[in-house]
């Protein structure tokens, strides 16, 4: 398409829209705002308590004629009783089985080794109507090790398009691994919403209890997409890139109880990609004609304003991420390639808590733009003084801005990387109640276009870097560790002895086809009346939980919740 006609087809566009002539906006998708993961799922995933058919895979003469079996509870509220189906149909591949579904459906796996499936948009599926495909026996026992036949062999479970489906407990396992010859396909799970074509985004998906693993380049990648629970996964050993991938504009995700492990860049990449956004959205015919594409903050904010118009607010992808709440997690091993443990791009007003990242070989939590096209100007070079920050329109608009990040134990000993770094414009943060060891490194590291509104204090570290800013941009600041009750110059020798057992083992052992809790693993709890991390903190920006679930009875720092007496010491953590 030459620009002289995009310039004129955008002209028009202005033209209908100063006439009022322009249809009214679609509905925006509302997000629900909580710091309950719990209510968070209970209020977007509405899955129904029983099936309408259930309709297993495997060899005919092998199926049983009936299935006892439960609903899912995602919230984990309650255990509802197993109830008996009908076997209403029988089906060899997991693609003849997604193809036949409907809404409301149960599809159950039988042990055994499987290609995987593509499932797209189904009209009958929603909420009360989930399709729920499920491995039966012992975890491990059910294998997807390649892609369905005729499908994109990039992809070995697919959800293009889809809403409203459950995947439950699959071992998809992949070809190769970190320093091994890449093979197979690219991801073990991969959610797209395939804008550009479809207008569509991918919504309301569970990924739940499942081992994505050795895949070519992620155990799960995502994008156009939201309302998505990732819950008590493994995904682990991606030999080119991350263990899990949200990408390109995806919001409103439950990312919690997961194992991150062990591959060659970052255990969870959550890249909101302004960049490849902006690309989508002009893919689209709706949004082709907006003129030709500019490197500049003012030309994406008026394509994503022309998108609102289109298909309304939240249906698109517009390269920011928001409304997630990231908690529980545990990230090891992961980063030999760079990267962050917990990688971030565009991640905006969401919560990151209760999180376990130790011995990864980068960056602990890192926040940052992606070095976007459109916010270069506002970070080459950056503010030189307060002076120069009139607000947030003088800052970029695709960084990592209105976080929560609180009560998460941070320990790696890297001289090139921080435990928490406030990369391009991770402007007004709120950083409370964090263990951050780092003694090679810095361990709280802020740029001159995250420092305004930054709220920090009341963590442990050692030390921090604000990358020789000028007083009056530090004065920009809400709160600065130094003065805000921080523990500062804290060493990893200093807090290995106020840890029930501080070790660097692996969390997980791989065994076969399954994953296990690794008995040597360490034990973040804080002992008994620790004075690094027991009994002060800010109680206003405490989790109800600490990672392990169990409820916080008084103000402790990092994910665990301290023990509460001596004899306790002896407690092994079980935290996913």
Request: glycine content about 10%; charged content about 20%; some cysteine.
């Amino acid at each position: 398409m030459n620009n002289a006609w995009r310039m004129g087809a955008f002209a028009l566009v202005a033209v209908f829209a100063a006439s009022g002539m322009l249809l009214a906006a679609p509905a925006p998708t509302v997000f629900y705002k909580t710091q309950d993961s719990d209510e968070w799922v209970a209020k977007n995933f509405v899955v129904q308590a029983k099936y309408e058919r259930v309709i297993v895979v495997g060899k005919a003469e092998d199926a049983p004629k009936t299935i006892s079996v439960a609903a899912i509870d995602l919230a984990g509220r309650s255990s509802p009783a197993p109830q008996e189906y009908p076997v209403a149909a029988v089906y060899a591949t997991m693609q003849e089985a997604a193809d036949a579904a409907r809404g409301g459906d149960l599809v159950a796996v039988m042990p055994g080794t499987y290609a995987g499936f593509a499932i797209g948009d189904k009209t009958d599926a929603g909420d009360g109507k989930y399709i729920h495909f499920k491995a039966l026996g012992k975890p491990g026992e059910v294998t997807i090790d390649r892609p369905a036949e005729g499908k994109d062999r990039n992809w070995t479970v697919m959800f293009q398009s889809a809403h409203h489906a459950i995947l439950e407990g699959f071992n998809i396992a992949g070809a190769t691994g970190p320093g091994m010859a890449p093979a197979g396909a690219r991801a073990g799970i991969f959610i797209d919403g395939s804008f550009g074509p479809t207008g569509k985004m991918a919504h309301h998906i569970a990924i739940v209890g499942n081992f994505s693993h050795n895949h070519r380049s992620w155990g799960l990648h995502s994008t156009d997409s939201h309302t998505v629970l990732m819950q008590d996964n493994c995904f682990a050993l991606s030999c080119q890139e991350h263990s899990a991938y949200v990408s390109d504009g995806s919001d409103n995700y439950c990312i919690r109880r997961n194992v991150f492990f062990s591959s060659f860049s970052s255990g969870l990449q959550c890249n909101l990609d302004p960049d490849a956004s902006m690309e989508e959205l002009l893919r689209n015919d709706k949004l082709a004609a907006y003129g030709p594409e500019q490197q500049t903050k003012q030309w994406a904010l008026g394509l994503i304003k022309l998108a609102t118009e289109n298909f309304g607010e939240n249906n698109f992808p517009d390269g920011r991420g928001l409304n997630f709440i990231i908690e529980d997690n545990v990230i090891y091993g992961n980063g030999k390639n760079g990267g962050g443990s917990f990688n971030f791009a565009a991640l905006q007003d969401s919560l990151i808590q209760n999180n376990l990242v130790y011995e990864n070989y980068t960056t602990g939590i890192a926040e940052w733009d992606n070095a976007n096209s459109f916010d270069t100007t506002a970070v080459d070079p950056g503010p030189q003084a307060g002076k120069d920050v009139t607000g947030p329109e003088a800052l970029p608009f695709f960084g990592c801005h209105g976080n929560v990040i609180r009560n998460n134990t941070v320990i790696m000993n890297n001289p090139e990387r921080s435990g928490m770094l406030l990369g391009n414009g991770s402007w007004g943060n709120v950083i409370r109640n964090n263990i951050f060891l780092n003694d090679e490194g810095t361990t709280l590291e802020a740029m001159n276009t995250s420092i305004y509104r930054l709220d920090s204090g009341w963590n442990v570290l050692r030390t921090t870097d604000y990358n020789g800013m000028d007083e009056s941009l530090l004065a920009l600041a809400v709160n600065l560790d130094e003065k805000n009750r921080s523990l500062m110059n804290v060493t990893r020798d200093m807090a290995a002895a106020e840890f029930v057992k501080f070790n660097m083992e692996p969390w997980v052992i791989i065994e076969g086809s399954r994953w296990r809790l690794n008995p040597d693993r360490p034990d973040f709890h804080p002992k008994a009346g620790s004075k690094l991390f027991s009994g002060w903190g800010d109680e206003s920006q405490l989790p109800g939980r600490d990672i392990e679930g169990k409820a916080r009875k008084h103000a402790d720092i990092g994910a665990y919740a301290a023990l509460e007496a001596a004899s306790d010491a002896t407690l092994r953590s079980s935290a996913r």
